[in-house]
């Protein structure tokens, strides 16, 4: 158990819809990442926050977006879902910068139909 | 712009063999690098990490070395065993000015056989 919690677990959708995707990062930790991993992308880094602040930005799309609260917890937004959104979406957590590990939850899997 | 370059899989070997996973790297200045490990229906977790050259991060009885002469980050374990089945992860984190970026292989799938 890496102590960062990810929810819903799994989630079925349509096409033209909305979704938000919930982390805890583990205790102590700061900054929280975003990745979307698929069979033909691989895991791709999406956004970064950093003590409720944008740290870093990757191949998050416009349709996409993320905030960390005050609690230090994140969310990310999915609108208007296609169906090449599915894909499993993994949070992670760190303590600090780009040299500390990484530490994922076990990931929301999102199906859009 | 910056990579990580990893060998295809999957891998098959037989239980005891030697284990190599090459990763090659490109980057703008002083990357960490890193080693995760994916097990079936899991997130990654770190396996081993190294974040100046020369380093040498080791775990589980998993190495690799921080070379900057050839940009690599060569993964390799003495005797693999039917548990370290899995997807292994090469990746590197940086941060340039203010500018930070976080990479990762494609994955190299081991699957050890008894």
């Known amino acids: 158990d890496s102590g960062v919690t990810q929810t819903p677990k799994h989630l079925i959708t349509a096409t033209g819809q909305r979704v938000t995707l919930r982390c805890s990062p583990r205790?102590?930790?700061?900054?929280v990442y975003w990745y979307q991993q698929s069979l033909d992308q691989g895991l791709q880094f999406l956004i970064q926050?950093?003590?409720?602040?944008?740290?870093a930005k990757g191949n998050i799309l416009e349709r996409f977006s993320a905030q960390q609260f005050p609690d230090l917890h994140s969310e990310l937004n999915l609108s208007s879902l296609e169906l090449g959104d599915s894909a499993l979406y993994f949070c992670a957590s760190s303590v600090r910068d780009y040299t500390d590990t990484q530490y994922f939850g076990p990931g929301t899997r999102l199906t859009v139909l | 712009g910056d990579s990580v370059t990893q060998m295809e899989g999957p891998v098959t070997l037989s239980e005891e063999a030697f284990l190599t996973i090459n990763c090659t790297y490109t980057?703008?200045?002083?990357?960490?690098l890193f080693w995760y490990v994916q097990y079936p229906g899991e997130g990654l977790q770190l396996l081993l990490k190294a974040t100046k050259a020369d380093d040498k991060g080791s775990n589980k009885g998993f190495e690799a070395t921080y070379r900057k002469e050839t940009t690599s980050f060569h993964l390799e374990k003495g005797s693999v065993q039917v548990s370290d089945s899995a997807v292994y992860f090469c990746a590197l984190s940086e941060g340039i000015s203010g500018t930070y970026k976080y990479i990762f292989g494609t994955g190299t799938r081991l699957k050890v056989l008894a």
């Open positions: 205790s102590g930790d700061l900054s």
């Open positions: 980057a703008t200045g002083y990357p960490s």
């Open positions: 926050y950093y003590n409720g602040e944008e740290r």
